[in-house]
């Protein structure tokens, strides 16, 4: 089993009527109020311990003085989606953003943080960054490509698919899968993630899902996050706010091509290096050996990057 280095405590945050679970390293000495906080948020169907290897890797001085903070989402890991008993039956990414707005306020108040962002986790970052330039002051986002361009001809067809989808949901159709044994659930993680060691996978599982009453392991995520959005992504306006952002930008890939993998040349590396364009200050750097949870592949080689970006 992985043994941490750097231990977390969890605590509970009262946020637009949610109970947020929120991750916290603390520096042993206290913080340094000269340090910004480090903000990490997570992907889809992720949970904010999928961070402790990356935050492991962090050398000492670097960690030193710092407070690292990592929430969970609404409808993942341990944050609800709504009253008990009511969880949401689907997402709108503009509440990933107010939670977040809403998180920073409780954390760092006026001060600016730094902020790194995973896949779905990512792409709030870049639009946070982008909606709110003053509180951050520098950025990372981790594979957090955004979607290929959808024209408005979509439309009517993605509403009816929502609405249909909503349907299933509801009727008990749409459910994420159990399983028997905390074991099984770290065979899904490596299934999912071929460079997942064994003993990362089985510290992971007991994050990622929870044994229910009846003994059946249960993932941390909520079966209506399996929805497809209502809305179109709209390029033209996300390189709008992609051209509002202040902060010094790093865009971090792994040297697998996700892109082609997911959309088979609808939307390609190039188009995205394109968008990062319009960022004033932004540069790219790829972690060799790695797919898309480059976190959890090569935490030491995305630490030491992180590491010099931000120092």
């Known amino acids: ?23 916290l390293w603390e520096s042993p000495s206290g913080a340094d109020p000269a340090l910004p906080p480090l903000v990490l948020v997570h992907g889809w169907m992720d949970v904010a311990a999928s961070y402790q290897f990356m935050v492991d890797a962090l050398s000492d001085a670097f960690a030193q003085g710092r407070t690292i903070i990592a929430p969970d989402w ?30 920073l306020d409780h954390y760092a108040g006026e001060k600016p943080v730094d902020l790194v962002g995973h896949s779905m986790g990512g792409n709030v970052a870049m639009l946070y960054a982008g909606v709110r330039p003053a509180r951050i002051r520098k950025l990372v986002n981790l594979e957090g490509f955004g979607l290929p361009p959808s024209k408005p001809g979509q439309a009517p067809g993605r509403y009816a698919k929502w609405i249909d989808e909503l349907k299933t949901l509801h009727r008990g159709e749409l459910a994420l899968k159990a399983y028997g044994d905390v074991a099984g659930v770290s065979r899904r993680l490596m299934k999912t993630n071929p460079r997942l060691s064994a003993d990362k996978a089985g510290w992971l599982a007991r994050h990622w899902a929870r044994q229910d009453a009846a003994g059946q392991w249960q993932i941390l995520g909520e079966a209506a996050h399996k929805i497809t959005s209502a809305q179109l992504y709209r390029v033209d306006e996300a390189l709008e706010i992609y051209r509002c952002i202040t902060a010094p930008t790093l865009a971090v890939e792994a040297s697998d091509d996700s892109l082609a993998t997911w959309w088979q040349g609808k939307y390609t590396l190039a188009e995205y290096h394109e968008r990062l364009k319009q960022v004033r200050q932004a540069q790219v750097a790829v972690i060799q050996d790695a797919g898309h949870m480059l976190h959890h592949d090569q935490p030491e080689q995305l630490a030491t990057l992180i590491e010099g970006f931000l120092g």
Do not use: C, Q
Request: aromatic share 16%; hydrophobic share 30%; charged share 25%.
């Open 74 to 103: 609404r409808g993942f890991g341990l944050t609800g989606s709504g009253p008990e008993g009511s969880p949401a039956d689907n997402y709108w990414f503009a509440d990933y953003m107010a939670d977040l707005d809403f998180l």
């Open 1 to 23: 089993m992985y043994k941490e280095k750097r231990s977390s405590r969890s605590e509970f945050v009262p946020i637009r009527g949610l109970s947020y679970h929120v991750r």
